[in-house]
């Protein structure tokens, strides 16, 4: 059975983007997939720099996130929106695993046929959806496959009711139909 990761790009004890990524898990545990959610904040890392890794390689945080992309199949991102861009630790994150803990290893293995799905939490007006777009564009990059249906919750402070479930019965809908296109996605590729 295809293996999901489902996490958000935001460390925040009451992050928005962790309160979706928590919902999207559990509608996909409840369609029967094989699905694990993680928080990046277990994963903590410094910033990439070049003399490091020459020094002493990937961090261990670096290289136990990279195991999990590498024995799953199919992930996906709730993004906040930094400046109109993906937010550091998430880009950061990203980063490090895809480089090469040896010289023999072939390229971006974390990524080459992965499939992921993208969603977005804002309290602003436009929901992250300007962070999905670089987002998008640098997984395609690095031989993933995005698929095409996405959410970007916009005024977010007012989405969550007091079980941090989604009160709009739109938001649940696209939700749902994200993570069955992951789901479907994910199956046809990878069995
Ligand atoms: C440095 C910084 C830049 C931000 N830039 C944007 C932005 O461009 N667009 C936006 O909608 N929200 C922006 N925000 C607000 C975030 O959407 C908000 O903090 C959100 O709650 C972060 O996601 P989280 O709740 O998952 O942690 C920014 C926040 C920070 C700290």
């Known amino acids: ?14 992050s928005y983007n962790k309160k979706l990524a928590r919902i999207a898990h559990q509608l996909a545990k409840s369609s029967g997939a094989d699905v694990t959610f993680i928080d990046l904040k277990d994963f903590p890392m410094p910033i990439y720099d070049g003399d490091l890794e020459d020094a ?20 996906l991102i709730a993004s906040p929106e930094y400046n109109s861009s993906i937010s550091p630790l998430l880009k950061n994150s990203l980063d490090w695993i895809s480089r090469k803990e040896t010289a023999d290893e072939p390229g971006l293995v974390a990524f080459t046929g992965k499939v992921f799905a ?7 007006g436009f929901g992250g959806l300007r962070g999905l777009v670089p987002l998008r564009m640098m997984l395609e990059n690095v031989g993933a496959l995005v698929i095409p249906t996405q959410l970007a919750i916009s005024f977010v402070n007012k989405a969550f009711n007091d079980q941090d479930e989604l009160t709009d019965e739109n938001h649940k809908k696209v939700l749902t139909s994200v993570v069955k296109q992951l789901i479907d996605t994910c199956t046809k590729i990878h069995g």
């Open 1 to 14: 059975m295809t293996k999901l990761l489902f996490f958000a790009g935001s460390a925040r004890k009451d």
């Open 56 to 75: 002493s390689g990937l961090p261990e945080n670096a290289k136990k996130l990279k195991k999990l992309f590498i024995e799953h199949d199919g992930f």
């Open 118 to 124: 993208l969603v977005a939490a804002s309290p602003g």
